[in-house]
């Protein structure tokens, strides 16, 4: 009990906002800004992939230059059901939102920075939080997959516990 407290509490200080990034321009970038097309409706195009990602958390809303607001976390269920609900909104005019396979989350990471690893030229006030995927995992409990973009690295997850989403929609 006392050990899913510390952890608990030592996730919950990763979902800070991003201020002291780390990156390493020696290293490849992976997800440099040249490979997103940036729109004027909050969200950016993958021209590799043709994915279009929101660029703010959800929680947090586009004023037109930033990311406002604080990313709000949610199970996995309430997480399916949240991107549901920006479907019927129409959010940046789409009803096509839906959580990203793991493969795709892991097409944003970016390698070359830690803390978090993400573009924040592309994706501004990532937290260095842990973001639902839509891939589950086999189980006694039901779980699914996430990316923790402290350092941009997979793990498994229990859907009961809270996480972050970034939701994307096919072109």
């Not at 002291?20 to 490979?35: G, I, L, R, V, Y």
């Not at 990602?53 to 996995?76: A, F, H, I, P, V």
């Not at 609900?85 to 005019?93: I, S, Y």
């Not at 789409?94 to 989350?105: D, G, M, T, V």
Request: overall charge positive; proline content about 5%; charged content about 20%.
């Amino acid at each position: 009990m006392l050990r899913g407290l510390v952890v608990s509490l030592l996730l919950g200080a990763l979902a800070l906002p991003a201020a002291a990034q780390k990156c390493d321009a020696s290293k490849p970038a992976t997800a440099p800004s040249s490979q997103f097309k940036v729109n004027d409706n909050g969200t950016v195009t993958d021209t590799k992939s043709s994915r279009v990602w929101l660029r703010c958390g959800l929680g947090m809303s586009w004023n037109g230059s930033n990311c406002e607001g604080k990313t709000l976390t949610y199970d996995w269920n309430a997480a399916v059901e949240a991107v549901n609900e920006l479907n019927a909104k129409k959010v940046a005019g789409r009803s096509n939102w839906r959580l990203p396979k793991l493969a795709e989350l892991q097409s944003i990471v970016e390698k070359q920075c830690f803390k978090p690893a993400i573009n924040l030229d592309v994706f501004p006030f990532t937290p260095e939080a842990g973001f639902w995927s839509s891939t589950e995992s086999d189980g006694v409990n039901p779980r699914a997959m996430m990316v923790l973009f402290i350092h941009g690295e997979a793990y498994v997850a229990n859907k009961k516990q809270s996480w972050r989403i970034r939701p994307v929609a096919d072109k």
